[in-house]
């Protein structure tokens, strides 16, 4: 969608003003390959897949910050529940924060495995119909 003019001098380097050189000129008839990006995009099979993407990664990115603003508003307004001692020295507090690490290695694990079964296959389709080949 973009051209770049070009001025050159009689030696072949560049003759525009300092101040021309960050000018680009944008035009309004895409090019084809640009045509062909944008087929995708409007395409049923690549709505799907943003809203696949969009119906895991939503939910699960409102969770994890739900979890994270428990255990954040927990530790301002309830100190003395977050210091409950659950085993000799080891208290709710630190239970939680470690219950931090560990969901986002579950929520790492569960979408590497969602984006392998679900995600990949088709996007990999949809790369392979605008490359045109019949693997990608």
């Not at 809203?51 to 428990?70: D, E, H, I, K, N």
């Not at 954040?72 to 003395?80: D, Q």
Request: net charge positive; hydrophobic share 45%; glycine share 6%.
């Amino acid at each position: 969608m973009t051209e770049r003019t070009l001025i050159l001098d009689a030696a072949g380097n560049d003759a525009r003003p300092r101040t021309w050189r960050c000018l680009t000129l944008v035009s309004s008839q895409p090019t084809p390959a640009q045509d062909a990006y944008l087929e995708v995009q409007r395409s049923t099979e690549f709505q799907d897949l943003r809203r696949r993407f969009r119906g895991f990664v939503f939910p699960t990115t409102a969770f994890f910050l739900a979890w994270y603003a428990l255990y954040v508003l927990l530790s301002i307004f309830a100190p003395s529940f977050m210091g409950t001692k659950v085993w000799g020295n080891v208290n709710i507090g630190l239970l939680m924060g470690l219950g931090q690490f560990v969901t986002t290695f579950a929520i790492t694990l569960i979408y590497s495995r969602w984006a392998s079964r679900e995600f990949d296959p088709r996007a990999d389709a949809i790369g392979a119909q605008l490359d045109g080949v019949k693997e990608h």
